[in-house]
């Protein structure tokens, strides 16, 4: 389909994350007030209630599973049926492994598909013809406050945008390296093409992203006569300043996750 409406969908499914109608926390303890007797294997670990190893069945269950800067990843309670087992509970974006072996969030062949994933079906093509995806997220973490104050953070009225560099489930690195409420080539503070110059502290767990930003950048099939690209283009942590006759498009865009806690 086009990258307008791939995008379009991408934003309607991560507006999703978190969606769980059965959620009940009468006390803002962060706790569902039923679920250790609800006989629901929630987790879909094997165990229910006081029997589920960890006694985690009355958790938030719902949140992000991944939050890097070339890759997301959601859980939400789409069938409202109180557990995160339904194939379509777990929703993923990015480019799979074949098309961008080293990770980095550019396709490997100069354009790819954008894939999507539904459950453990790896990621299906949504959008043809992206030469980079990004992705960077917004939190509310209160420098770990036990219950955040349901806002999301900010530095000097600019909200914070990281991501996990490594995948260990806690954002790390900051987009907006120098901290003046933009995210732009001056960023890249050595010179590098990858704005991961700033450390993220304390480093965020990825339960507690709000938002995220979302960057494509589109290219033709074939170079075009005449053309000659020398604009620079950032998506996300990437610099990309191409020299080269294929028309680009960079889209982008704000999501906010409101059934994550935001007031």
Known sequence: QSTRAALNLMQHDIRMAGFDATWKDSNDDQLDDRRLKDLIDNDCDGGADNDDPGSDENENLVHFTAAQAHY??????????????????????????????????????????LGRSVG???????????????????FDDDNG??????????????????????????????LDSNKDGLINAEDDLNGDGRLNDAYLTPAVPIRR?????????????APLRGRHDTATYVVGNKIIIPLDRYKRELMTAIVYCRNLGLR
Do not use: K
């Open 72 to 113: 997301l990843q959601f859980r939400l309670d789409r069938q409202s049926d109180g557990d995160i087992c339904d194939p379509s509970d777990l929703i993923g974006f990015g480019f799979s492994r074949t098309r961008d072996r080293n990770r980095d969030g550019i396709a490997d062949a100069g354009a790819a598909p």
């Open 120 to 138: 453990a079906s790896g990621l299906q093509p949504l959008a043809e013809d992206i030469q980079a995806v990004a992705f960077g997220y917004a």
């Open 145 to 174: 406050a036990a219950l955040p104050d349901g806002d999301i953070d900010t530095a000097a009225g600019n909200i914070i945008w990281g991501y996990d560099s490594n995948g260990d489930g806690y954002l790390d690195t900051r």
């Open 209 to 221: 992203v709000r938002a995220v930003a979302i960057w494509m950048l589109a290219r033709t099939r």
